[in-house]
């Protein structure tokens, strides 16, 4: 199915009156959120020693797999691709979207995973309405 036009409005948990709108991310959004995240982890694994390295990879293999999901993805390109609306003062924009909190910030990412798991599933009972 195309992705177009098909939002969901969600009640911000933790700020009573508040909402903010999410797109579905097309498979496009989704590569684009990986490629930045794979940049982001070569530049860093440059000027990281062996030593670190094991370390590094350690914890990864104590990590959950929600968690090892969304490290697959940059939270910014995230965000600034699935954010479409809110209830907040001010525009959408990039600049805006950074001074999210960080409870506001992870809970939105959370959304937009969620809807990923919804795409992979292609379920009829789907959440996002059009």
């Known amino acids: 199915m195309l992705v177009t036009g098909i939002t969901k409005v969600e009640k911000v948990p933790h700020e ?3 909402t903010i709108t999410f797109r579905r991310l097309s498979w496009r959004s989704w590569e684009y959120a990986a490629e930045v995240k794979r940049t ?3 530049a860093m694994v440059k000027s990281v020693s062996p030593e670190m390295l094991e370390a590094m990879r350690g ?4 990590s959950k797999s929600k968690e090892r999901d969304l490290e697959q993805f940059d939270t910014g390109t995230l965000l600034n691709k699935g954010i479409v ?3 907040y003062e001010g525009e959408v924009t990039a600049q805006n979207i950074d001074l999210l909190d960080p409870q506001t910030a992870e809970w939105a990412v959370a959304q937009i995973m969620a809807s990923r798991g919804t795409d992979r599933k292609n379920s009829a ?3 996002i309405a059009p």
């Open 59 to 62: 914890k990864d293999s104590e």
């Open 40 to 42: 982001e982890a070569f």
């Open 16 to 18: 009573p009156g508040q």
């Open 85 to 87: 609306a809110w209830s």
């Open 125 to 127: 009972s789907d959440s």
